[in-house]
């Protein structure tokens, strides 16, 4: 929660803030052709604090550096023709501002706030990010591929001072069996019925599909605001959706009910813009009965109890059972989805994992215990510690890829460097009196 506040306040304070009627700017840098005013500091720090970004030292030397680097990139970025894609910063965008929306209540609300049409929020925005993209792209291109060799790294972490060494937190490898408990045929037949009683009662305007889909939708982020998804990619959505919502012609009419891994929609068309269309939906899970759910528990129980005999092992097990295509492949074993790797620390486990595995022994395997899997779906699983390593400081040996990473990176901060530094000797750069009293990252912009 307080993520997401803190992301909505960054937003606000990029899109809110303006130079005050009242307050006298100034220039404070100029660098090639470009100005940096005080508002820009102060906006600059309002972001920073919203995000949590570090400061270093005094924040009326380091974030004017900051904004001074940020100008170099664009414009090395202008003169090398370096682009960000057009489609994923407007999707980036719509993103940002369906969040917002979501968090503020509606449209109509947000440009209340800010006292500005939506269309100038979004420029506003889609400027922000696509400076922050182009950067990115900017510092890829600078630093190209950077690789590294076991040698590299190994001189790299024994050129590492003490206080130096990051402390690894305790981390885990977890293997999951689920089950999902059967549903019946009347439970499906209950959630159609009332899907065609809400199409019914839309295209009669006995209701709105929108009022519709707050009440009684199951997916609680789209029926906040009254089942509106955003701007979609035909490849941003489930195939069955996809073919549906690109199929539909007429906003006034309501699709028929479509059944995906997610439960069962009916759709509603809102806007179209080239290759992505922008649609409501209303989504019903059918209930699983008592009964299923205790049948998938003893079937889980079962299998527990065979791979404790040694009949087959939880590998084995995975393979022939498992209702779960996303870990299926990979025999159960789970991915974290922040870093794609196999090891988890506990917090970033979904709950009912982390609490089966908190006192379980490594190679132990848990009871069945009920969870919701990623498509929102109730099941019934087991899993197995597969390896479990204490908080401890890092090693070559346990925590190569890490260091690795680490080796990659100052190899590559190394060649962002190298460039800044040559850059500073070519551009023209002019710093007011009273900002120039600084230790400054790169002591390269004050010119004698």
Known sequence: MRKALAFVLLLLSFLSVNAQDNVVDEIVWVIGDEAILRSDVEEQRMRYQYEGTKIVGDPYCFIPEQLALQKLYLDQAKIDSVTADEKSVSSQVEMRINYLISQVGSKEKVEEYFKKPMPVLKEELREMVNNQQVILQMQRKIAGEVKVTPAEVSRYFKALPEDSVPTIPAMVEVQVLSVQPKVTQSA???????????????????????????????????????????????????????????????????????????GF????????????????????????????????????????????????????????????????????????PKTGATKFQL?????????????MKTGEISEPFPMIDSRGREVYAIVKLKSSLKTHKANIVDDYLKLKDMCVEQKRNDKLDKWVKDKQSNVYVRIDEKWRNCEFQYPGWVKE
Request: charged share 30%.
């Open 188 to 262: 499906i037949d209950d959630v159609k019925a009332r899907l065609r009683d809400f199409q019914s009662r839309i295209e009669s305007g006995d209701a709105e599909f929108s009022t519709l889909a707050i009440l009684y939708s199951e997916d609680t982020e789209s029926a906040k605001r009254g089942g509106e998804i955003g701007y979609s990619g035909r490849g941003q959505l489930v195939p069955e959706y996809a073919n549906v919502a690109f199929g539909l012609q007429d906003s006034k009419k309501v699709s028929k009910i479509v059944e995906s891994e997610f």
């Open 265 to 336: 929609h009916i759709i509603q068309l809102i806007d179209r813009k080239g290759e992505r269309v922008n649609t409501r939906h209303i989504l019903l899970k059918p209930r699983v009965s008592l009964l299923e759910k205790d049948n998938a528990k003893k079937r889980l129980d079962s299998i527990a109890e065979v791979i404790r005999k040694n009949t087959l092992t939880f590998d084995e097990s995975v393979f022939l059972y498992s209702d779960d295509k996303n870990t299926k492949n990979s025999l159960g074993l789970m991915t974290n």
């Open 347 to 359: 917090q970033e486990l979904p709950p009912e994992v982390a609490k089966a595995v908190y006192n």
